[in-house]
């Protein structure tokens, strides 16, 4: 089974919460990241680099700079 952890990552660089939530996933099978942002090409190489990772997806979109948690 594989399990999706999505990145919380800010100006590139990944948050320590995402770690902590890819070596719990480790615990229940493939560990998928899911980065997403605007000019996240730092994080997806942080991502790939965290050891147990399976697979890392990326949607990086201008839009997302604009975007507020609100919208």
Do not use: F, R
């Not at 070596?23 to 560990?31: F, N, P, S, Y």
């Not at 730092?42 to 997302?64: H, M, N, P, Q, T």
């Amino acid at each position: 089974m594989a399990v999706l952890v999505i990145a919380e990552q800010e100006a590139g660089s990944l948050k320590p919460a995402t770690l902590n939530a890819v070596t719990a996933a480790a615990k229940l099978g493939d560990v998928h990241v899911l980065v997403a942002g605007a000019g996240i090409g730092a994080a997806v190489e942080a991502a790939k680099a965290i050891a147990g990772v399976s697979k890392v997806l990326s949607a990086d979109s201008a839009d997302y700079a604009t975007a507020s948690p609100k919208h």
